[in-house]
C-alpha cells in the first residue's frame, strides 16, 4: 500500500466522511483513497469554492471534513476559503500535495502560506508514519478546533507503507471534553444573574447545538433573561417568546433597544467582538458583563469584562442552575413581551417602500421570499451591502439552517457556502443569497449546483455595483467608476448552467417563482433581482459609524 493510500485510508478510519476538492496530479491518489475508503468526494470547479464548501459542511454537520488540493496553485487557488474557515476555527484536514525541489515551477513555501492565514500545519515524514501522522492531524482539527494542513511531500506519497500499519496506528478518536468551570467562578455568576433585574444573554458560535441551547433557555427562564445571538448563531432560539434574533449591526430597533437597557450582558461562547456590540454601543453605561467560553485567551478579548469564566457553555450554565435560586420575573415583563411579539422583527419594521417600476427595494423583495420558500430552509449568505436582508428578513427553523462565512468578509463565498450547507442539512430546500460581485466571483460553481443535483434557490440581490463601496464613498462625492458596472444578465449565466432563472423587478414577477417552489424542482432556479441602490444598508451605514 502506498503512502497516499494508506493516508485517504486513514482520513476514512478516523471518521471523515466528506472529502472536497479540485483533482491534480499530485492529489489524485490521495483521492481516489478516499473515495475507495467510503468518503464522498465532492469536485468543486475552482479551489476556492471546493474550501468554502468543506468548510461550511464542517459547521453545519459537526464533523471533521477534509479539502484535498494540488500542490502550489491549488493550494493559493484555496487561500481565501482556508482563511475564513481557520478565523472560525473550523475543524478541516487540508490534503496539499508538496514539492521538495524549490526549482520546481510549484514550488512555493505551503507552510509559510498556511501560517499566515492562522491555520496549523503538519507534515508526512515517512512511510512508517505516515498513519499516525494522518491520524494526529485530525486529532488537532478536532479536540483543538481548528483548520490544519496536512503536507503530502510527493517523494513520500510513492513509498510502501506495511499494510499492518493502518490496523495498528488506528484507534477510536478521543472527543472533546467540556471544560468544568471553576466553583468560585460559578458562585460569581450566579450572584451577577440574581443582582440583575434586566439580564441578557448573547450566545455565540461556542453556544451552537442542543445541549447549551436547553441549558440557557433554562437558566433564562430562572432569571427573566432575554435571548439573543451573534450573527453565527443565528436560530438557536427560534421560537422562543423571548428571543430578540441576533445581536449586533443586524439588531433590529427594539432589540438594539433592549440590549442596550440591560444591566448585565453575558456572552456565552460569543466574542462580543465590534459587529455583535455595534463597537460597544450595544452595552449601556452601567451595565456589567460577564463572558464564558472554554478558550481562556477569548476572555475579555474584544472588550473588558466585570467577569470571564472558563468553561463549557452548556456545562456552566447548567452548573449555575444547580445554584440554589428562587425564579424571578427579571426583564420578562408584559410590556417587554408586547414589543417583541409585535415589533421585533425587521419585516415589521415600518419603511417607504422604494420599488419602482425598474428596481425592487430589497427589503419588499425579502419579505416576499420569506413567505413564499418553505421554512424547513439553510441559507448561505455571501458578504455586501445587500447581506442584511436575506439575513434577518428570512426567517431559519434553528442555528443549523443558518450559515454564515464572514469572519475574514470576502465576497464570493455565498455560494460554495451554501453547497456546503446543502449537503449537510440533505432535508431541507437550500438558499444561497448572493449579491452581484459575489456571484459572479463564484459563477463557477453553478455547475456544482447542477451537477449535484441540488435543489437549490440562488438569489442575486443585483445593483450591477459594489454596493458596499458606493454608499461609503459616494456620499463624499468621490468618483465611483471604478465600483459602478453595466447591467449583467446573470440569469442567462445561469440558463448556460442548466437553471431555471427569473428575472425579477417587481413583485409581480417573482410569481413566476410559485410554480418551481411546488413543483418537482427538477432542476436549481436563480432569482436575479434588480434591487434598488438608493441608499446604503442599514447595518452598514452602523458599522461605518465605528470608523
Not at 468526494?41 to 464533523?63: C, I, K, L, N, P
Not at 441551547?213 to 427573566?224: K, P
Amino acid at each position: 500500500m502506498k503512502v497516499a493510500e494508506a493516508v485517504g485510508r486513514a482520513l476514512a478510519a478516523a471518521g471523515v466522511d466528506h472529502a472536497f476538492g479540485v483533482v491534480g496530479s499530485g492529489n489524485f491518489h490521495v483521492t481516489n483513497a478516499l473515495i475507495a475508503s467510503g468518503v464522498r468526494f465532492v469536485a468543486a470547479r475552482h479551489e476556492g469554492g471546493a474550501a468554502t464548501m468543506a468548510d461550511a459542511y464542517a459547521r453545519m454537520s459537526g464533523r471533521v471534513t477534509a479539502l484535498t488540493v494540488h500542490q502550489g496553485p491549488g493550494l493559493t487557488n484555496a487561500l481565501t476559503g482556508i482563511a475564513e474557515a481557520a478565523k472560525s476555527r473550523t475543524p478541516l484536514v487540508v490534503l496539499a500535495p508538496e514539492v521538495t525541489e524549490p526549482r520546481s515551477n510549484f514550488y512555493v513555501d505551503q507552510e509559510a502560506l498556511a501560517r499566515a492565514v492562522g491555520a496549523t500545519t503538519t507534515r508526512i515524514t515517512t512511510a512508517d508514519s505516515a498513519v499516525e501522522q494522518t491520524y494526529a492531524a485530525v486529532r488537532t482539527a478536532l479536540i483543538e478546533r481548528t483548520t490544519v494542513l496536512l503536507q503530502l511531500p510527493l517523494p513520500v506519497q510513492s513509498l510502501e507503507t506495511p499494510d499492518k500499519a493502518l490496523a495498528s496506528a488506528i484507534a477510536p478518536l478521543p472527543t472533546r471534553e467540556p471544560i468544568e468551570p471553576e466553583e468560585a467562578d460559578t458562585a460569581a455568576l450566579t450572584e451577577l444573574l440574581g443582582e440583575a433585574r434586566r439580564p441578557v444573554f448573547v450566545a455565540g458560535r461556542g453556544a451552537r447545538g442542543e445541549s447549551a441551547r436547553d441549558a440557557l433557555i433554562a437558566l433564562a427562564d430562572r432569571y427573566g433573561a432575554l435571548l439573543a445571538t451573534s450573527a453565527v448563531a443565528r436560530g438557536l432560539f427560534h421560537g422562543n417568546p423571548w428571543s430578540l434574533d441576533v445581536s449586533g449591526g443586524f439588531a433590529s430597533p427594539v432589540a438594539a433597544e433592549l440590549i442596550q437597557g440591560a444591566d448585565l450582558i453575558v456572552g456565552w461562547g460569543c466574542a462580543l467582538n465590534i459587529w455583535t456590540m455595534r463597537h460597544g454601543r450595544l452595552i449601556g453605561p452601567q451595565a456589567r458583563v460577564a463572558q464564558i467560553d472554554d478558550d481562556r485567551s477569548a476572555l475579555g478579548r474584544h472588550r473588558p469584562v466585570d467577569l470571564g469564566v472558563m468553561g463549557d457553555v452548556a456545562l456552566t450554565a447548567r452548573r449555575a442552575l444547580e445554584k440554589d435560586a428562587d425564579a424571578r420575573q427579571g426583564y420578562r415583563t408584559s410590556a417587554v413581551g408586547d414589543s417583541i411579539a409585535t415589533r421585533l422583527r425587521w419585516r415589521d419594521v415600518p419603511y417607504d417602500d422604494m420599488s419602482t417600476r425598474e428596481r425592487i427595494d430589497p427589503r419588499t423583495l425579502s419579505i416576499a421570499l420569506d413567505d413564499l420558500l418553505p421554512a424547513d430552509r439553510v441559507i448561505g449568505v455571501d458578504s455586501g451591502n445587500f447581506m442584511g436582508y436575506p439575513s434577518m428578513y428570512l426567517s431559519v427553523p434553528d442555528e443549523n439552517g443558518f450559515c454564515f462565512t464572514q469572519a475574514f468578509q470576502s465576497i464570493g463565498l455565498g455560494l460554495a457556502t451554501a453547497i456546503g450547507a446543502a449537503l449537510a442539512q440533505p432535508d431541507r430546500i437550500p438558499v444561497a443569497a448572493l449579491g452581484d460581485g459575489g456571484a459572479l466571483m463564484g459563477a463557477a460553481e453553478l455547475d456544482t449546483v447542477r451537477r449535484l443535483g441540488l435543489p437549490m434557490v440562488v438569489i442575486v440581490y443585483n445593483d450591477d455595483a459594489y454596493g458596499a463601496e458606493v454608499h461609503h464613498f459616494g456620499p463624499d462625492g468621490f468618483p465611483l467608476d471604478t465600483v459602478e458596472f453595466p447591467p449583467t444578465d446573470i440569469a442567462a449565466l445561469a440558463q448556460g448552467y442548466g437553471f431555471e432563472t427569473l428575472t425579477v423587478r417587481t413583485l409581480d414577477d417573482l410569481k413566476a417563482a410559485e410554480s418551481w417552489v411546488t413543483g418537482p424542482r427538477s432542476s436549481p432556479l436563480l432569482i436575479d433581482a434588480k434591487v434598488t441602490r438608493d441608499r446604503g444598508a442599514w447595518w452598514l451605514e452602523e458599522a461605518f459609524r465605528g470608523h
